[in-house]
C-alpha cells in the first residue's frame, strides 16, 4: 500500500474509535439521563396528586362546613323562638310553687 492510503486507514480508524468512545459516553448518559427523567415525572406526578388532594378536600369540606352553619343558624332561630315560651314556663312553675 501507499503512504497515502496507509494515512487515509489510520485516520479513518482514529475516526471510527473516536465514534465509539462517543457512543459509550452517550450510552452511559441514557440510564443517568432517563432516571432524571423519571425523577422528574414522578415529583410532577406527586404535586398533581397532592394538588388534587388538596382540592377533594376543599371541595368535601366546603357543603360540611356550609351545612353546620346552616344549622347552628336554625338552631339559634329555634332557640330564640321557644326562649319567651321556656321564660314563661319556667315563671310559672316558680310562681305556681312559691
Request: overall charge negative; cysteine-free; aromatic content about 4%.
Amino acid at each position: 500500500m501507499s503512504e497515502k492510503n496507509i494515512q487515509q486507514v489510520l485516520e479513518i480508524e482514529k475516526q471510527a474509535a473516536a465514534m465509539q468512545e462517543k457512543a459509550k459516553r452517550d450510552a452511559q448518559e441514557i440510564p443517568v439521563k432517563a432516571e432524571q427523567e423519571a425523577q422528574a415525572l414522578i415529583e410532577k406526578a406527586k404535586a398533581d396528586a397532592q394538588e388534587q388532594a388538596r382540592k377533594l378536600v376543599a371541595e368535601a369540606s366546603n357543603p360540611v362546613e356550609a351545612d353546620v352553619v346552616t344549622q347552628n343558624t336554625e338552631f339559634e332561630a329555634n332557640a330564640k323562638k321557644n326562649f319567651d315560651k321556656a321564660v314563661a314556663f319556667v315563671l310559672e312553675r316558680v310562681i305556681g310553687k312559691a
